[in-house]
């Protein structure tokens, strides 16, 4: 069983749609992760969701938004897509969020590859 | 072989040898780190982490070493293997505040 899955795992759209990545765990874990990786590797955190209150909004654009039906789901919405937004995006998740110890462990899922043209 | 994350993002080793990779991480009061290991194609895995109250950890074949003083942090893999070429990042944490960060990567090649 995947414990972090994404659908779907390649998207290439056109500049200006719109389009939602999702993303799903099996851990029971109580917090949820959306990563960006550009070309050169470097990873970098948009949003974190924990019990369904969003504790980290990096300061990504807010055509970006996302959104957790509940625990187990945090979706990532796209808006108005830009030639810049081409990347790996990730999902991970956590057991808990400051919690002193292993908790902060993140497992990612496989990734979204996302091409605008 | 041995790299520095920031100025040396690829490291190549024969396979066998000992790697060793290295990241330096930003803030003095982050007090909990995490190696990740990315293949190709592939989200981060992870492989050991470390609290801030140690200054060594060993796990299957790596050990990671913290260095407070300078705020350094190494990955040491004995005996590497083809199956150990990734990219390794390093990942810092401060809990308190809700914070962390991963580093830019290092890129490991096994020569077999």
């Known amino acids: 069983d995947t414990a972090v899955s994404q659908t779907p795992k390649y998207l290439v759209t056109q500049m200006g749609n719109d389009k939602s990545i999702k993303c799903e765990q099996n851990?029971?874990?109580?917090?949820m992760y959306w990563y960006k990786q550009d070309s050169k590797k470097f990873l970098k955190i948009m949003f974190s969701?924990?019990?369904?209150?969003?504790?980290i909004n990096e300061t990504v654009p807010n055509r970006f938004s996302p959104k957790s039906p509940d625990k187990a789901h945090l979706n990532l919405h796209i808006n108005s897509l830009e030639l810049g937004d081409s990347a790996v995006y990730f999902c991970?998740?956590?057991?808990?969020?400051?919690?002193?110890?292993?908790?902060?462990?993140?497992?990612f899922g496989p990734g979204t590859r996302l091409l605008v043209l | 072989g041995e790299s520095v994350g920031l100025h040396l993002p690829t490291l190549s080793v024969q396979e066998g040898d000992n790697s060793i990779i290295n990241c330096a991480y930003s803030n003095s009061a982050s007090d909990y780190f995490i190696w990740y290991k990315q293949e190709s194609g592939k989200g981060p895995q992870f492989i050991i982490d470390?609290?801030?109250?140690?200054d060594k950890r060993q796990g299957q074949r790596v050990t990671v070493l913290l260095n407070k003083t300078v705020k350094h942090l190494s990955l040491q893999i004995a005996a590497t293997q083809p199956g150990d070429s990734a990219v390794y990042f390093c990942?810092?944490?401060?809990?308190?505040?809700?914070?962390?960060?991963f580093g830019t990567g290092t890129s490991l090649t096994v020569i077999p």
């Open positions: 969701y924990n019990n369904k209150e969003l504790i």
């Open positions: 470390i609290r801030s109250n140690m």
């Open positions: 851990l029971g874990h109580d917090t």
């Open positions: 991970a998740s956590s057991q808990v969020w400051s919690s002193g110890g292993p908790g902060e462990t993140q497992y």
């Open positions: 990942a810092e944490t401060l809990r308190a505040g809700n914070q962390f960060y």
